[in-house]
């Protein structure tokens, strides 16, 4: 695939007033973007990054979602082709997170307060990208627990667009730091604090995973994150940062 025509929106959040810091999201945001830069060689142009903001921290919010989605519609009605606006769409993202009662894994933005909540669905957002058909794969990694909270009710997802009649020719790979209900793991890797399933994609993605060949494929990658993340979260049970509301 062209890695110029391949896109990322890459989210680190550590500072978190009303629910805690974290210290692994900056480091790895910035592993994130140097294997895209400065291994498959994707334009910087083509990366947004959110990350801390200095005043109060309450950005990004779920509005900029909604308004990052709605900039690839513009693009897409300028463009042309079965998957107009690129091969390949990363959507990666470190933080705080949690599972509503009903299952669905969600991102904490800082603007959440105990009375304030704003989050974003990560399943819906993922499904908004794959029915609008912009791109030919996406690629989603979410390093955040995924405690159930009986008070976080699912998050309401206002974008709902109609399928595109190869919305079914999408490709999409997603990992996830946990299982519903568990807690996700960032853990000090020679002195520098990141999580455990970051570090575990990236490691697959690099070769790890790769066949004789040297080619990765999902069910391959999806196996060496599995057992990567496992062996490294029993080996460092005694990390106590965790990436929890």
């Known amino acids: 695939m062209d890695t110029a025509k391949h896109y990322a929106l890459i989210v680190g959040l550590s500072q978190y007033p009303s629910v805690g810091t974290l210290k692994g999201p900056v480091n790895d945001l910035q592993d994130v973007s ?11 142009a083509n990366i947004t990054r959110w990350t801390d903001t200095p005043k109060l921290f309450r950005r990004p919010s779920a509005d900029d979602f909604y308004d990052w989605i709605l900039d690839w519609v513009e693009k897409a ?11 390949r769409l990363y959507v990666y993202y470190a933080g705080h997170g949690y599972n509503a009662t009903t299952g669905q894994q969600s991102m904490i933005m800082p603007r959440s307060t105990p009375e304030t ?22 690629v989603v990694i979410f390093d955040a627990c ?59 993605a690099k070769g790890y995973a790769a066949d004789e060949n040297g080619v990765v494929y999902a069910n391959a990658m999806k196996r060496f994150v599995i057992a990567a993340v496992k062996d490294r979260s029993e ?11």
């Open 235 to 245: 080996e460092r049970r005694v990390g106590k940062e965790c990436r929890s509301r």
């Open 77 to 87: 009605k300028q463009a042309t082709g079965t998957f107009p606006l690129g091969d």
């Open 34 to 44: 140097d294997w895209l830069t400065k291994e498959l060689m994707v334009p910087e």
């Open 146 to 204: 995924r405690d159930t909270l009986g008070y976080g009710v699912d998050a309401v997802w206002l974008d709902q667009p109609q399928a595109a009649l190869n919305s079914n020719q999408v490709r999409v790979f997603s990992a996830f730091a946990s299982k519903t209900g568990k807690k996700a793991k960032e853990v000090d890797f020679n002195g520098r604090w990141a999580g455990v399933l970051t570090q575990a994609f990236l490691a697959g």
């Open 117 to 138: 909540w704003n989050v974003v669905p990560m399943v819906p957002l993922r499904e908004s990208l794959r029915l609008r058909a912009h791109f030919q794969e996406v």
